[in-house]
């Protein structure tokens, strides 16, 4: 019993720092639909004057896509060629967290048929540390509220840097975010 309990906790802890060996070709799929919704928001909000085209989380976008395009919308390439996997297992400490640790038990010891309610739970809490995350390498990042909006986001961060780290910063915290988190 004891093996198990540490084979599947181990799971949820190793398998963010192999995250490359768990991005399918479904994954790239979905990182790319997430980037592709996203431009097309920005532009409807340059549109409206909602926004500047220099917003720094548009210029990021765009610059995501282009670089994704260019690693021929593969995920794995894409953080391969970018050097990206670094910065992707400091996301793995989250799971040593008290917090995650204690959520992760629950998972395995639920009994109760919550386990998909407490799976959602260990996402939301993954995503919420990995911003705090990013805010500690950027600390001009601004935390999405639960709730708030795509436009209340890109507002709150329009100081955040454009330059080459934080631009890798924050690709590595949405690949994490939308992808290895709920792995």
């Known amino acids: ?10 799971l949820f802890v190793i398998s963010p720092v192999i995250g490359m060996d768990l991005i399918t070709k479904e994954d790239s799929v979905l990182f790319g639909k997430a980037i592709s919704a996203g431009i ?14 220099n917003n720094p989380i548009h210029m990021i976008l765009k610059k995501l896509s282009r670089n994704f395009d260019a690693s021929k919308r593969d995920l794995t390439t894409f953080i391969k060629k970018h050097s990206l996997q670094y910065r992707l297992n400091e996301y793995t400490k989250i799971d040593s967290s008290s ?20 799976r ?19 600390p001009s990042f601004r935390l999405f509220v639960f709730g708030g909006t795509r436009l209340e986001f890109m507002l709150d961060n329009q100081h955040y840097p454009v ?21």
């Open 120 to 138: 959602k739970y260990v996402i939301k809490t993954r995503g919420l540390f990995a911003q705090l995350e990013l805010q500690k390498k950027q």
């Open 99 to 118: 917090l995650m640790q204690l959520a992760l038990k629950q998972v395995y010891y639920d009994k109760n048929g919550y386990t998909d309610e407490i």
């Open 40 to 53: 097309d928001y920005d532009k409807k909000m340059i549109q409206e004057n909602k926004i500047s085209h």
């Open 1 to 10: 019993m004891n093996k198990l309990l540490i084979l599947i906790i181990g």
């Open 163 to 183: 330059n080459e780290a934080a631009f890798n910063d924050y690709v590595a915290w949405a690949i994490y975010t939308y992808i290895l988190a709920g792995k």
